[in-house]
């Protein structure tokens, strides 16, 4: 085949950019690598001395070993890594009788008080099979959360006071991939779900860039809504949500960074696409119908109602799981009760991925939602100085669970209410209106 001198050129320069692209084409251990890297200085960020934790299950043991090497390499003094397996919990709670789970052994607790006390930083990279405990004696699972709220209370303080850094994250395991994506083969499937997991975080190119610009435009909705302190905001979709919530006074809209007493700062959740406040807990009525299924300790929650009459949840019904919904409900008094807001544009992108994770770190970050149970004291202004009951009584919520459910629908409105009556429309068509 004869070119022109022209034709030439122009052939071979497309031959040298296809080939400049495919040699900045990232491989799966150089993504990993970098996701790996900005977990330890953007999610924890580890200072130098500091020791780090990390919690993860077995089947995350070889990406557990990456962020390990990262982390001694940004300088922390000591790695410990807690290693859990699902199958070998699940026979646990088939097997041990019920008040096995109504106390946690000391060395137990002592693990992440102990660490707490010190100042070190926390990593959990989520991984489980969303169904690992479907069908467990759900009165196992509620002792083993009362206890637990009791044994690690310690550290769960000095989380809410934004005394150490944490961070969730999440790797590929075969059997979580098997469920997001049923109809590929195990090793098609757990591919994919890095490929989602690794967009979802924002990996390729300079990641620390892109997350610093994601960090300041969710400041920029916090400081819009903080500036309007709107007493209350009202919900309402076409699949049924009619619901009115109240807002703590002097709240706080965060989203993004954080930051400890100290000053560092830590993006407690990755991905995170939301903003989120303190509920009034006595102030919800209305109904909320969940938009994607709740995947809770092994279980899935699917096409759920509450009913709120003066904070409280008066009546519920799930398709499925209910007796799984039942179990959080019935934890506490606080568990009846809202914990958080958060506000989540419905074309965000794990939203826009199409892809339904089961795991509430990615689907919470694809739609609006609020989560039963405990409020963080940090998104009242001087809520962390507060005990308890000083909390409880300004209408922060006290509960042994915490438990995000997702609201967002395409049509989804929200009005934000201030104290002289006046409305303003926040989320239309479930996104952004202002």
């Known amino acids: 085949v004869r070119y022109t001198n022209k ?7 497309g031959r040298f950019l296809y080939i400049r692209k495919r040699k900045r084409d990232m491989t799966f251990a150089e993504k990993q690598k970098q996701y790996a890297d900005i977990l330890v200085t953007l ?11 990390i919690r993860c299950d077995t089947a995350a043991a070889p990406f557990a070993r990456i962020v390990t090497a990262a982390a001694y390499t ?34 137990e607790s002592e693990g992440m008080n102990y660490y707490a006390a010190r100042g070190a930083a926390f990593l959990s990279i989520v991984s489980e ?8 004696d759900p009165q196992k699972l509620a002792a083993r959360n009362v206890a637990a709220d009791e044994a690690f209370r310690p550290y769960y303080e000095r989380m809410d006071k934004n ?11 075969p059997e979580w991939a098997r469920k997001v994506f049923p109809d590929r083969s195990e090793e098609s499937a757990v591919a994919a779900l890095w490929e989602a997991i690794f967009r979802a975080v924002r990996i390729g190119g300079n990641v620390q860039e892109k997350w610093t610009e994601h960090g300041e435009s969710l400041k920029k909705r916090c ?13 309402q979709n076409g699949l049924g949500t009619d619901f009115t919530v109240g807002l703590v006074e002097n709240h706080i809209w965060t989203g993004g960074a954080e930051q400890t007493k100290t000053g560092v700062t830590f993006f407690a959740n990755m991905p995170t696409e939301e903003v989120f406040t303190m509920p009034h807990c006595e102030q919800a009525e209305g109904v909320l119908k969940s938009s994607l299924p709740l995947s809770y300790q092994g279980s899935v929650i699917r096409n759920f109602t509450l009913r709120f009459h003066d904070g409280k949840v008066v009546e519920y019904h799930a398709e499925e799981g209910e007796e799984t919904l039942k179990m959080i409900l019935e934890a506490d008094d606080g568990s009846r009760r809202l914990g958080e807001i958060a506000l989540v544009p419905y074309n965000s992108p794990i939203s826009q991925s199409g892809i339904l ?5 990615f689907d919470e970050n694809a739609a609006c939602h609020f989560a039963l149970g405990q409020c963080y004291p940090n998104t009242m202004r001087n809520g962390e100085k507060l005990n308890r009951e000083d909390l409880r009584a300004i209408g922060g919520n006290y509960a042994i669970n915490h438990v995000d459910f997702m609201v967002g629908t395409a049509d989804l409105s929200i009005t934000g209410i201030n104290a002289s009556g006046d409305e303003t429309l926040i989320f239309e068509n479930g996104g952004w209106a202002v």
Not at 7 to 13: D, T, V
Not at 43 to 52: F, I, K, R, Y
Not at 357 to 361: A, H, K, M, P, V
């Open 7 to 13: 034709e030439y050129k122009k052939r071979l320069y």
């Open 43 to 53: 999610g924890v960020n580890v200072q130098s001395g500091q020791e780090l934790v």
């Open 74 to 107: 940004a300088g922390a003094r000591e790695v410990i890594v807690h290693f859990r397996d699902d199958k070998i919990s699940r026979m646990r709670y088939e097997y041990a009788p019920t008040d096995v789970f109504t106390s946690v052994p000391e060395w």
């Open 129 to 136: 099979d969303p169904e690992a405990f479907k069908g467990v």
């Open 163 to 173: 005394e150490l850094q944490w961070c969730v994250a999440a790797a590929a395991s």
């Open 223 to 235: 400081a819009f809504l903080n500036e309007k302190q709107f007493k209350k905001l009202r919900y």
């Open 357 to 361: 994770f089961l795991q509430t770190l």
